[in-house]
């Protein structure tokens, strides 16, 4: 049975959501402070883990950070509504989703559901998907799921992953936006979504610029995102 880990000191919604999870066939456990929760997220065999931004003893991105140092657990964040800076920062520390207070537990399933998706296929849907790429001096194995830039080891998290595996099959054209959330998010793009653009901006910070000065992933405004090929960095 799929076992997932809810670190939220609302033990009111806590009920709720096992109750629902439940319901659904998951198997829940709550736990209400922020140093319990992260010890639990890393001993525990758990396939995801809803983590509340606001703990005693440990707020929830250190929480996150303190999980992201070791695991790739999937970790989806709970966030006030209107908050874009707790959710900006959970994306850039590793969080694969969002979702703001206060949601439709059906939601969370959902968002659930796209991660195990994600994780089932290790890979996004696309021609020729498992076979290695390189492109410049970045080579992406899905296979072992490995970056490597100019022979280093990249680490990145799974929405990372797919998310430069979609950019590197299609090198040298764009991606827009809609495409991107749903290959590499598993849901449709939703108004005010930012999710997939703090995701790139990750990525540019772990790989830096093609050449020193050229821009690896470049902005197309209004549309999406191009991983630039060598010979287009001019």
């Known amino acids: 049975?799929?076992?997932?880990?809810?670190?939220?000191?609302?033990?009111?919604?806590?009920?709720?959501?096992?109750?629902?999870?439940?319901?659904?066939?998951?198997?829940?456990?709550?736990?209400?402070?922020?140093?319990?929760?992260?010890?639990?997220?890393?001993?525990?065999?758990?396939?995801l883990v809803v983590l509340d931004v606001m703990l005693p003893g440990m707020d929830g991105f250190d929480v996150l950070r303190k999980i992201r140092e070791s695991s790739r657990l999937p970790v989806i964040m709970l966030t006030a509504r209107g908050d874009d800076i707790d959710r900006i920062v959970g994306l850039e520390l590793g969080a694969d989703d969002y979702l703001p207070k206060p949601f439709n537990p059906r939601e969370l399933v959902a968002r659930i559901r796209a991660i195990q998706r994600r994780a089932e296929t290790s890979q996004p849907s696309a021609v020729d998907a498992s076979a290695e790429l390189t492109?410049?001096?970045?080579?992406?194995?899905?296979?072992?799921r490995l970056v490597k830039q100019a022979a280093e080891s990249v680490e990145l998290t799974s929405v990372e992953f797919n998310l430069l595996h979609v950019l590197m099959l299609h090198?040298?054209?764009?991606?827009?936006?809609?495409?991107?959330?749903?290959?590499?998010?598993?849901?449709?793009?939703?108004a005010y979504d930012r999710s997939i653009d703090v995701h790139v901006s990750a990525l540019r910070k772990k790989l830096g610029h093609s050449d020193g000065s050229t821009e690896r992933i470049r902005t197309v405004r209004g549309v999406g995102y191009l991983y630039a090929k060598p010979e287009d960095a001019s």
């Open 135 to 144: 492109v410049g001096d970045v080579t992406l194995c899905p296979a072992s």
């Open 1 to 47: 049975m799929n076992h997932i880990l809810i670190i939220d000191d609302d033990t009111e919604l806590c009920e709720l959501l096992s109750e629902y999870l439940e319901g659904q066939g998951y198997a829940v456990h709550a736990v209400h402070h922020g140093v319990q929760g992260a010890d639990e997220a890393l001993a525990g065999d758990y396939v």
């Open 171 to 190: 090198a040298g054209e764009v991606v827009n936006r809609e495409t991107l959330v749903e290959e590499v998010l598993g849901r449709r793009l939703s």
